[in-house]
């Protein structure tokens, strides 16, 4: 996409007018047609590619306005594997968890005047070849299996969460940990909970950052301090921490609402957080 909505009174927000004022638009676009929340997308130039600055959006299904490939990073969900495997318990150690780096490219500033021709992406398969029980899950698996199915809390699973000292964080029914980033209700706040969701968008304010579920002004935001933020970019191996833009994300965490009522969720370590990142697909070359 190259043109969205504006929320606030309906007009159009072009490439150029996001990049040139982000705060007024940031959160606050959504697809003409399909009406999901939209995210932008830098255009950049790599060795081999260079694409133009585009919208990209969870499109519902069949809308018309899909036109960017997204590519998850996908690589150990339990998608295709025995309901036996898709039942059993899990178990999550932190210090076992690892981190890997996204594509890096730079910004070439470049914009369109029609729409591409790419198509919506399909679901990218993988499996996890675990056959144990309990299942030993880093963070990225349970947040893939997650976004395939929204109800694979409802199986009865117990989980167990161990930080590297050994100390048990979480133990119990999964679904009476999970909580959507869009639906955290007041028995949710001030306790450990897994929280999961879209990352729409995202800014800095004084070296903190904020990961927002959507209107950064009222909607849900995972907090990190300038520390906590830099450790993130180091351990993620990110260029550019738009690169986040339109991820879904998983937390261990706590979260509190402020004097205006916005939810904010907080954690402490990144090793507590996990990412499926997306990226537009490599498909069309310099010189295409």
């Not at 306005?65 to 997204?70: D, G, P, Q, R, Y």
């Not at 594509?103 to 021709?117: F, G, L, M, Q, V």
């Not at 950052?209 to 301090?225: A, T, V």
């Amino acid at each position: 996409m190259i043109k969205t909505k504006y929320s606030v009174d309906g007009s159009i927000c072009s490439t150029l007018d996001y990049e040139t004022n982000p705060n007024k638009y940031r959160g606050l676009i959504t697809c003409l047609e399909c009406d999901r929340k939209a995210w932008f997308i830098k255009g950049f130039t790599t060795a081999k590619i260079e694409r133009t600055a585009c919208f990209a959006a969870h499109h519902n299904e069949g809308c018309d306005a899909s036109t960017v490939i997204l590519i998850n990073d996908d690589t150990d969900s339990e998608q295709g594997q025995d309901d036996h495997i898709a039942t059993s318990d899990i178990r999550i150690d932190l210090d076992k968890t690892n981190t890997n780096s996204i594509y890096i490219s730079e910004s070439n500033d470049k914009h369109n005047e029609e729409e591409s021709d790419w198509n919506s992406s399909p679901n990218k398969n993988a499996t996890n070849g675990s056959s144990g029980f309990p299942l030993n899950k880093s963070l990225k698996q349970l947040l893939s299996n997650l976004c395939k199915n929204r109800d694979y809390a409802e199986k009865n699973q117990t989980i167990t969460i161990v930080a590297d000292s050994g100390r048990i964080l979480i133990d119990g029914l999964l679904k009476d940990f999970i909580v959507p980033i869009n639906d955290i209700k007041h028995e949710d706040v001030a306790k450990l909970r897994i929280f999961w969701g879209e990352i729409n968008n995202l800014n800095e304010v004084d070296g903190d950052l904020w990961l927002n579920y959507g209107d950064y002004r009222k909607e849900p935001s995972i907090f990190m301090n300038s520390n906590l933020k830099n450790e993130l970019i180091r351990n993620f191996k990110l260029k550019e921490i738009s690169e986040l833009d339109g991820s879904d994300v998983i937390v261990v965490g706590n979260a509190a609402v402020s004097p205006n009522g916005k939810i904010i969720i907080r954690t402490g370590f990144t090793k507590y957080i996990s990412f499926r990142r997306y990226r537009p697909s490599d498909s069309a070359s310099i010189g295409d």
